[in-house]
């Protein structure tokens, strides 16, 4: 079969898969000694008030990535207000959650993680500016995402390497995580302004179109916050049953599986998507070619990120981990398996998108959801680390794979896909 993706298709998913390497060899390299600087305790905090901001992302970001991507494909002309639009609406959430997050903390006065919270809350205001990758996406300059990530890792890089010579805390490397989203925002912005795709002149909000965004993205908004909430539930089942110790041990087995693994088949997928959401709209069987293309590429990932880390994880653990990571052995061997599964279903959840039928991503979401909840109440209690491995990667098959077996309009089109020529 022949390929069906463009050749500047294929330059965007390479841009896009370089700009992962590059973050997975230099994750590698300094993020063990984050970890071994800072100890399960530590980390196991920042990764705790990580995981309740995370339960809060998809209200940060109103589920409108693939919406304005997709808006942006549709209706190039309308970029600039789409892109106003949605910083707009986004600023007012964000504004909302950082004043509820301040009276909380006041009023709770948990000094011990009060400025971590600070610091990634403003982070998380810096990052709005995401919404300028939006427009380099849809354009097609995924080299200019390249640069601007990959210039702005480098001087994470620097500044991770002077915390780890200098034992900096907690605080420290929170803040290092700021100033990543920042500096993104930064080139985005410079970039778009020398491809002359972005014009101040045309910066018009819109209150009809912040209404048709956020109806078209409600569904996403929903399925997201239960994506977020069923994997910060471990967290929060770990802290309550095992204390940040645990948290940390299973915080080393999510950089491995999601830091490193899982971004790579994300990158490739939305660097893929404004083109199949193109031939959605105009081929309709060069866009089922594609996302078979697609598919068979990614299980193929999956399985070998998988088998690297059957085969090599203990040894990865042993050479970039301290001791106080060993328990992370067996966890790393179960969720290896997860990038797999939720490979496949960033592909369904991209075909919904395509179909207008984004109500199944809620649904799907909610059932595993409630799996994970389930599951990490039995499991966590006597088997710790490993019993939040098992869980999530329970709650991830029937999420991406179980519930599309139910689907009975899905079940047809793959039919359709494997008959495709």
Not at 352 to 374: P, S
């Amino acid at each position: 079969m022949r390929i069906a993706f463009t050749k500047k298709d294929l330059n965007t998913t390479a841009w896009f898969s370089l700009e992962k390497l590059i973050h997975l060899i230099a994750g590698i390299y300094i993020v063990p000694k984050i970890f071994n600087t800072l100890g399960t305790i530590d980390i196991g905090k920042l990764k705790f008030v990580e995981s309740v901001l995370g339960m809060f992302v998809p209200l940060f970001g109103l589920g409108l990535a693939s919406v304005c991507v997709r808006e942006i494909v549709f209706k190039p002309q309308k970029s600039n207000q789409i892109i106003t639009t949605a910083l707009s609406v986004r600023l007012v959430t964000w504004l909302f959650i950082a004043i509820g997050f301040t009276c909380y903390l006041t009023l709770t006065k948990n000094s011990s993680l009060f400025s971590i919270y600070a610091i990634l809350i403003l982070g998380y205001l810096f990052k709005l500016s995401d919404v300028f990758e939006y427009l380099l996406l849809a354009k097609k300059l995924a080299k200019y995402i390249f640069i601007g990530k990959t210039t702005s890792l480098l001087c994470v890089l620097l500044l991770q390497y002077y915390g780890v010579t200098n034992n900096l805390n907690v605080s420290f490397f929170a803040l290092i995580i700021t100033i990543d989203f920042l500096l993104q925002g930064v080139f985005f912005i410079v970039f778009l302004i020398i491809k002359k795709e972005l014009f101040m002149k045309q910066w018009r909000f819109s209150k009809r179109l912040a209404k048709d965004l956020l109806f078209m993205a409600f569904p996403l908004i929903v399925s997201e916050a239960l994506i977020m909430f069923y994997i910060g539930i471990d967290e929060l089942f770990l802290k309550s049953f095992h204390g940040d110790h645990a948290n940390g041990i299973f915080a080393s087995v999510q950089f491995l599986v999601i830091g490193l693994s899982w971004t790579l088949g994300f990158a490739i997928i939305n660097a893929i998507y404004p083109s199949l959401a193109e031939s959605y709209h105009t081929n309709r069987n060069n866009y089922y070619i594609k996302s078979k293309q697609l598919l068979f590429s990614l299980i193929i990932l999956g399985i070998s990120l998988a088998v690297v880390y059957m085969l090599f994880g203990n040894k990865i653990l042993e050479t970039h981990f301290s001791k106080q990571y060993a328990d992370a052995k067996t966890a790393l061997h179960i969720f290896c398996w997860a990038p797999l599964f939720v490979f496949i279903g960033m592909i369904y959840e991209k075909h919904l998108l395509n179909a207008n039928r984004l109500n199944h991503n809620v649904y799907r979401f909610a059932l595993g959801c409630l799996v994970n909840i389930v599951l990490c109440y039995t499991l966590i209690p006597k088997y710790q680390v490993n019993g939040a491995a098992i869980a999530v990667l329970i709650s991830h098959f029937i999420t991406n794979i179980g519930y599309v077996a139910f689907d009975k309009k899905t079940k047809k089109e793959i039919i359709f896909l494997r008959n495709t020529k």
